[in-house]
C-alpha cells in the first residue's frame, strides 16, 4: 500500500501527534507513506520515522486580505495536486477541516480516494469564511469522514448530510508504559496537578486556574504545571498573578514527550471547552493517572467512566471543577482507584488497534461508495453513558 498524508503543519498540536503517530505505525509496517504538510519542516514539532517520505510545501503564511487569501490558496492547491501526483498514492488521509477542503480540490479527477478527518467538534469550532460554505459540498465529495467519536459522527452527519467512520485516536507507543501500575514513580516534591494542550482558549485554562483558586488555600501544598504553548501565555500569565498563585501555577511551556511530567504528577485535569478526541487525556489515563475532566463536546466521556476509570463534571462549570478538584485532591484513596481503572485505555486505544480500523477503512473505499458509522468498544461504551 501507498499513502499519502496531508496536514497544514507539524508544530504542536494533537492532530499533528496524531498523524505523526500513524504515519510512523504504516511505516513500520511496510507501507509507502508520504507526509505533507502545507508549512515548512523547520516548525515539526514530531519526530517522523526515516521510512516516512517528508514533503514540504512551505506555503502556510498568513493572507493579508480575502484576495491575497484566494491567491494564496490557489497556490496551495496546485502545489498539493503536484506533489500527490509525482508520489502516486492508493488513497490520500487529509487532518484538519480546512487542510481537508484544500486537499479534495486538489484531488479533483485525479482518480483518488480522498478521506477527511475532522479533528475537533465542528459544531464548536465550525470553518471560518469561504469555508464554511464549502465544507458541505467538498465533504460529501471525500471518499470518507473519519471523526474519533460517536457524538463526532452525529455532527458531521447533521452538517452534511452523510454518515461518517468512527475511529478514536491511538495511544502514542510507550516501551516504558507499565500496565500495572505507574512507572517509573510518582515525583518526590509537592503534589502537582498536571494540565497540558496549546495555550489557547479551547482548552479552557483560564477556568482550571479559576477552579484551582477556589481551593487552593484548602491544599496549601498542592501545585498545578501546564504544559503547553499559544497565544493566551500572556493573558493566562495575568490570570494567575491576579489569583495570587504565581508561586503555585506553573506555565512549563511545550512538551514533545510529556510522559516523565504525567508519571512525577499526582492528578491530570482537563479543563477544555471542546475536543475532538483528547489526546493528552488518553494518555494520562494510560500512564494510571488519577483523571478530571469536563464534559465538554467531544471525547470525555467516551473515555471516562465516571467514578470509575476518571471524574467528569459538566463542561465550563468552574464551581463543579473546584469541587471535584478538592475531592480528588482530599483523597489519595480516591485518586488511586480512579488510576488504576483508567488503564484499561492501553488496549482498547493501541497503536495496532487503531491501525486496523484505518486498514480497514482502507481495503473497504473500493467495496462501498458511501462509508457508514463503524462502531468499536470506544463508542459502544459512549452510547451507553448517552
Keep these: 500500500m501507498k499513502l499519502a498524508l496531508v496536514i497544514s503543519s507539524l508544530a504542536g498540536g494533537g492532530a499533528e501527534r496524531v498523524m505523526t503517530t500513524l504515519a510512523n505505525g504504516w511505516a513500520a509496517s511496510g507501507v509507502d507513506v508520504a507526509l505533507i504538510t502545507l508549512a515548512a519542516v523547520g516548525i515539526d514539532e514530531y519526530e517522523l520515522s526515516p521510512d516516512v517520505r517528508r514533503i514540504s510545501l512551505a506555503l502556510s503564511s498568513r493572507s493579508e486580505g480575502a484576495i491575497a487569501a484566494v491567491g494564496n490558496n490557489v497556490r496551495r492547491i496546485l502545489a498539493l495536486r503536484r506533489a500527490i501526483a509525482r508520489w502516486k498514492p492508493e488513497a490520500v488521509v487529509s487532518f484538519v477541516d480546512t487542510t481537508n477542503m484544500l486537499c479534495v480540490l486538489a484531488c479533483l479527477g485525479l482518480d483518488l480516494p480522498v478521506i477527511v478527518s475532522d479533528r475537533v467538534a465542528v459544531t464548536a469550532c465550525p470553518p471560518r469564511s469561504v469555508w464554511r460554505w464549502l465544507y458541505r459540498p467538498l465533504y460529501k465529495r471525500a471518499a470518507a469522514v473519519v471523526v474519533q467519536t460517536l457524538r463526532g459522527a452525529a455532527y458531521v452527519r447533521q452538517l452534511t448530510g452523510r454518515d461518517a467512520v468512527v475511529i478514536p485516536n491511538p495511544l502514542k507507543p510507550s516501551a516504558s508504559r507499565s500496565e500495572s501500575g505507574r512507572a517509573p514513580a510518582a515525583g518526590t516534591g509537592a503534589p502537582t496537578i498536571l494540565a497540558m494542550g496549546r495555550l489557547?482558549?479551547?482548552?479552557?485554562?483560564?477556568?482550571?486556574?479559576?477552579?484551582?483558586?477556589?481551593?487552593?488555600?484548602?491544599?496549601?501544598?498542592?501545585?498545578?504545571?501546564?504544559?503547553?504553548?499559544?497565544?493566551?501565555?500572556?493573558?493566562?500569565?495575568?490570570s494567575i498573578h491576579a489569583a495570587g498563585l504565581v508561586d503555585r501555577v506553573s506555565l512549563a511551556g511545550f512538551a514533545s514527550a510529556p510522559e516523565r511530567a504525567m508519571r512525577q504528577a499526582d492528578l491530570f485535569v482537563l479543563p477544555s471547552r471542546f475536543e475532538g478526541f483528547p489526546n493528552s487525556l488518553l494518555e494520562a489515563m494510560a500512564e494510571g493517572m488519577p483523571c478530571i475532566s469536563f464534559d465538554c463536546p467531544t471525547g470525555p466521556k467516551e473515555l471516562i467512566e465516571h467514578d470509575v476509570s476518571g471524574w467528569l463534571v459538566p463542561a465550563e462549570d468552574v464551581a463543579a471543577l473546584a469541587k471535584g478538584l478538592d475531592m480528588l485532591m482530599g483523597s489519595a484513596e480516591l485518586r488511586i482507584r480512579l488510576g488504576a481503572q483508567a488503564r484499561g485505555v492501553q488496549q482498547s486505544y493501541s497503536l495496532a488497534a487503531?491501525?486496523?480500523?484505518?486498514?480497514?477503512?482502507?481495503?473497504?473505499?473500493?467495496?462501498?461508495?458511501?462509508?457508514?458509522?463503524?462502531s468499536d468498544r470506544a463508542g459502544d461504551k459512549a452510547r451507553s453513558h448517552g
Design 200 to 238: 489557547v482558549r479551547q482548552k479552557g485554562f483560564d477556568l482550571l486556574v479559576e477552579a484551582f483558586a477556589r481551593v487552593a488555600s484548602m491544599h496549601p501544598d498542592w501545585r498545578v504545571v501546564i504544559l503547553g504553548e499559544g497565544t493566551e501565555r500572556a493573558n493566562l500569565t495575568a
Design 354 to 374: 487503531i491501525l486496523d480500523k484505518w486498514n480497514r477503512l482502507l481495503e473497504s473505499l473500493s467495496e462501498r461508495p458511501a462509508p457508514r458509522v463503524v
